[in-house]
Nanobody
Framework: VQLQASGGGLVQAGDSLRLSCVLS????????LAWFRQAPGKEREFTAA????????PYADSVKGRFTISRDNAKNTVYLQMNSLKPEDTAVYYC?????????????????WGQGTQVTVSS
């Protein structure tokens, strides 16, 4: 199973950006998915997760109300819609997957990771 993330870029504070992550080599609908991020000099932190059916979507407090995670099982893709971006959202964003199980905020629960996509928000 492989994950390929895309959609990062350089934007200004207040702008929006949508990240995408395509899963290949597995049955997409059987994977719980998540986005994590890692800023320079900081540990990787949980951002958002989504369960198999898309009915459970936990978020980190820092992004709640601004970010939306969703999935399209027909396209094998998970999205992260990021609105009202702030400079502190600057990070490399990683998508992650775990077969069945449940969505989790713990990185150790995920066994498949994408390569990361850089998001830079200027003030």
């Amino acid at each position: 199973v492989q994950l390929q993330a895309s959609g990062g870029g350089l934007v200004q504070a207040g702008d929006s950006l949508r990240l995408s992550c395509v899963l290949s080599g597995g049955t997409f609908s059987s994977y719980n998915l998540a986005w994590f991020r890692q800023a320079p000099g900081k540990e990787r932190e949980f951002t958002a997760a989504i369960n198999l059916s898309g009915t459970s979507t936990p978020y980190a407090d820092s992004v709640k109300g601004r970010f939306t995670i969703s999935r399209d099982n027909a396209k094998n893709t998970v999205y992260l819609q990021m609105n009202s971006l702030k400079p502190e959202d600057t990070a490399v964003y990683y998508c992650a997957a775990v077969y069945l199980s449940v969505p989790s905020a713990f990185a150790s629960m995920y066994d498949t990771w994408g390569q990361g996509t850089q998001v830079t928000v200027s003030s």
